[in-house]
Each structure stands twice: as C-alpha cells, then as structure tokens.
C-alpha cells in the first residue's frame, strides 16, 4: 500500500513539473519495469476531477490543466499583436479535417493560392507541423496538426473535432437552399415564371416599380427599349 501512494507521489511530481505532457514509456523511466501507470493515472485522474487542476489526457501522453470553469478566473487581457486571418482559419480547417495535407490540396479545396506566409504563422504558433512527403511526383510535403493544437482546443484526439450536424447545429453551416438564406441578408427573393419580386413574391408591373424608385423618365426608357424588336 505504501509503495502504491509512493508511485502515485512521483507521478504528481513528475507531471507537476513537466512542462509538457509526458507518455507512459517517459513517465515508466522513474518505476521499475513491470510497474503499470495506466491504473495510477486513472486514479489520480479521477482524484482531481474536481480540484482547480485536472489531469488530461491529449492523444497519448497525460498532462495538469487548469479546470475549465477556473478559466474566467484566470483569463489575463492582453494585445496580440499578430492575429489569425480568415486565410489562416481557413487553411487550419482544412489540415485538421483533411491531414495529412500538401499545400496543392489546401490550394485546391480553398480554391485561391495560399501565401507562403499563412503556413508559416501556423507553424510558428505551433499548431501545425510537417507530416512527411507524399510518394507522388515532386514529393510534396505533407501538413498535419500538432499536439499543442489538440492541446489549445482541449481535444483529446482528432475524433472529437466537430461534425457536420455539430457544426450545423452550431450555426457554423448553412443546410438553407442559397437563394432562401440570402433572404436573411436582404429581401427574400420569389421566382416565379414571370420574373423575380423582392417582397411579397407577386408579379409587379415593371414599369411601377421604376418610376416609384428612379422616376418616370427612366421608366418610359425601359418602356421603349424593352418593346424594340431583337
């Protein structure tokens, strides 16, 4: 029984004072050979579940982190002086969901071309790392996220990413046919087999709805133009 609280001792120690998350084989270097951890760092997992620290586990290595309902507590405000661009979001969406990666992929799927300088802020944030070459033409080298990229936005592992329906439900995706959602940006449009109404989806006179918005000179010009012969 000793020897169990003494194990669970160092493995507080060890992890308290790593400053980063520590495997199993890293952790099994300080025991004796036949020493199984799994069971300990659930124990001492489920020790801290409601303490101000919690233990995770990010992919296959354990590490203390601040409990989420600590967070409002601890959040410092500070200027950042470099931010994400909508380019760099874009770009770590489609590695996450897309790895392993090449720059062509992510050029294909945003359907721009992506700046040297995009990878390169995602690579010095830490949230993206090389994966390898792919075995084609030229070798292209390939991106994945990294470890402190699960460790940022507390997953556990890639299958916890969100989603079609999460991100639906979330309002991040728009199921809506195009021409219904654009209503929410202006007047909902109404076709119809004589033409388009903004409003109400009933056809209108042309000409009224001219000379009600840019005056009857403009509207006696459609007039004459539409009825010349093509």
Same mark, same amino acid.
């Given at each position: ?48 579940? $409601?303490?101000?620290? $919690?233990? &995770? !586990? ?13 967070a409002p507590l601890l959040r410092v405000e500070? $200027? %950042?002086? !470099? ?10 969406? =489609? =590695?996450?969901?897309? %790895? ?8 294909? =799927? ?5 700046? !040297? ?34 460790? $940022? ?5 890639? #299958? ?8 639906? &439900?979330a309002g991040l995706l728009d199921a809506r ?42 509207? #006696?010009?459609?007039?004459? %133009? ?5």
């Amino acid at each position: 029984m000793e020897t169990r609280f003494d194990d669970l001792r160092l493995l507080e120690a060890l992890l308290f004072a790593s400053t980063e998350p520590l495997s199993v084989e890293q952790l099994a270097r300080h025991f004796q050979k036949d020493r199984d951890l799994k069971p300990l760092l659930e124990e001492l997992k489920s020790y801290y579940e $409601n303490r101000g620290v $919690n233990l &995770i !586990k990010v992919e296959d290595k354990w590490a203390f982190r601040t409990a989420p309902d600590m967070a409002p507590l601890l959040r410092v405000e500070q $200027n %950042q002086s !470099k931010q994400l661009t909508r380019a760099g979001v874009e770009t770590l969406a =489609i =590695i996450a969901y897309h %790895q392993p990666v090449t720059r062509a992929e992510i050029e294909e =799927i945003r359907g721009v071309s992506l700046s !040297k300088g995009t990878l390169d802020t995602l690579l010095e944030i830490g949230w993206v790392k090389p994966k390898g070459r792919r075995r084609t033409p030229g070798r292209p080298v390939t991106w994945a996220t990294s470890q402190s990229f699960l460790d $940022n936005f507390a997953l556990e592992s890639l #299958d916890d990413l969100p989603g079609f329906d999460e991100l639906k &439900i979330a309002g991040l995706l728009d199921a809506r046919p195009a021409i219904t959602a654009l209503g929410d940006h202006g007047d909902l449009l109404s076709v119809s087999g004589d033409g388009v109404d903004l409003e109400t989806g009933d056809e209108e006179d042309s000409d009224d709805r001219l000379s009600s918005e840019f005056g009857e000179d403009l509207a #006696d010009e459609e007039s004459e %133009q539409s009825s010349l012969p093509v």
